[in-house]
């Protein structure tokens, strides 16, 4: 027993940071909800809960890339995106999860036709089914370049409750590039006519895309495709009123609000002066007019030069989550409706977040590590379980690594049943 006692604690300075540390810079009566919060720190990735007190309340390590997007989707499940590659190119991909409350992966969603699933953006439907992005490469007749050459095209697909493909929406179907050529990069590898990065399902059932590369917003017809408008950028079909920038630069997640307005996060990185900032404007679909009816920008003039996100509360706060801010790690805030900060929350320089949302949600098992069995006691059974686990060679789910990677290393191996009889003696 003392030599098992000996491995114990030398082996105790060895287990991993559990979760980066933050910064509480401002803590004064935010919505109380949780925070679900996906971060990257290196190679190591976190998938987190945190209360509404800002304690820990769950976290999973996963060094294999999963945890992108991390969210309560539409559905009430837990959705989130694996890459089980490097590979961050458009035409890279992955795999979107679904967890119920139990901690269970209880579906896995993939692209059709070959395509693979994009990282960005995953939406359930009210029909049980999602809705996804995918990249594919697409032959195309610029003539500045006097060759055929090939450009990203974004494809958006819907599927049914069982998997069945419903709708595919591919963009050079119903756009001209074109149309866009003054602002392609003609030299890039990519030819980044389409980046996506949120997906949004209109309150009269059609869908609001999120295109990054040309600062645009499109609205297309879920059912026959048609482009109904697009907001900003080149093709730009609006008046803006009382925006003197004219609409959205590099932007992320627009979002339709309960009050029938949409709210942009608005990156603006590269505008002449840099300016980020939260934009919600007022829709006149049928005059094709918006009117800008508030902003936000941070007081430190914050510039995110990607990522990012903005999300309206049930109370009428605002939660932001700044995206790549020079010299920062990530910097999470929630304002109130007269534009007070009512939080602010920094990470370590090097930790950075796709996406931040609140919700009300919590699992229905309980949320003690270690205790595998789920008997409210860690004892011998819960060392045997892990043993057998082990010896399975299963890769392991959100619950295995939640209740025994125990040090914190995205995998589980003989080491977490060392930190178990560390906790047990």
């Known amino acids: ?31 109380p909800q949780d925070i679900f919060i996906h971060s990257t720190v290196g190679q190591t990735q976190h998938m987190a809960i945190l209360d509404s007190s800002l304690n820990l ?34 035409s890279g991909g992955g795999l979107f999860y679904v967890m119920d409350s139990n901690m269970n992966e209880v579906d896995t969603l993939a692209c059709a036709n070959n395509f693979k699933a994009d990282y960005h953006d995953i939406q359930a439907t009210n029909e049980g089914g999602y809705i996804l992005q995918a990249y594919a490469k697409q032959e195309i007749d610029i003539p500045q370049t006097e060759v055929i050459d090939s450009a990203n095209v974004l494809i958006i697909q819907e599927f049914d409750q069982q998997h069945n493909l419903i709708m595919e929406w591919k963009n050079f179907e119903h756009m001209d590039i074109q149309d866009y050529v003054e602002e392609l990069n003609l030299n890039s590898t990519y030819r980044n006519w389409m980046h996506g990065n949120s997906i949004e399902i209109d309150s009269d059932g059609n869908i609001i895309l999120s295109n990054r590369a040309m600062s645009e917003l499109i609205k297309f017809n879920r059912e026959s495709g048609q482009i109904l408008w697009r907001l900003g950028g080149p093709m730009n079909d609006f008046t803006f009123i009382n925006d003197p920038l004219n609409g959205p630069n590099r932007q992320h997640d627009a979002r339709r609000l309960e009050n029938g307005n949409l709210m942009i996060f608005d990156n603006g990185d590269q505008r002449l002066s840099p300016y980020t900032r939260i934009t919600e404007y007022e829709l006149d679909e049928e005059n094709l007019i918006a009117t800008l009816v508030w902003e936000y920008s941070h007081p430190d003039g914050y510039v995110s030069l990607n990522q990012g996100c903005a999300q309206r509360l049930e109370n009428g706060n605002t939660l932001i989550c700044w995206g790549g801010v020079s010299g920062r790690g990530q910097i999470i805030t929630e304002i109130n409706e007269n534009n007070d900060r009512v939080l602010e929350i920094e990470y370590p320089a090097g930790c950075y977040s796709y996406k931040v949302r609140k919700k009300d949600w919590s699992f229905s098992i309980d949320l003690i590590r ?47 049943i060392v930190v178990l009889l560390s906790q047990i003696i």
């Not at 114990?8 to 509480?24: H, M, N, Q, R």
């Not at 309340?57 to 997007?69: A, H, P, Q």
């Open 1 to 31: 027993m003392k030599f098992i006692f000996v491995i114990c604690i030398a082996l105790s300075s060895l287990i991993g940071v559990s979760y980066p540390e933050f910064t509480v810079h401002i803590n004064q009566n935010p919505f």
């Open 370 to 416: 270690a205790d595998l069995n789920m008997d409210q006691n860690i004892d011998i059974l819960d060392i045997i379980g892990n043993i057998n686990f082990i010896l399975s060679g299963n890769d392991p789910s959100p619950f295995h690594l939640y209740k025994i990677d125990l040090d914190f290393n995205g995998n589980i191996d003989v080491n977490d």
């Open 57 to 90: 309340k769950w976290n999973i390590v996963s060094t294999r890339g999963k945890g992108w997007d991390f969210k309560v989707n539409n559905n009430d499940k837990l959705t989130y995106f694996r890459k089980p590659s490097n590979d961050w190119s458009p």
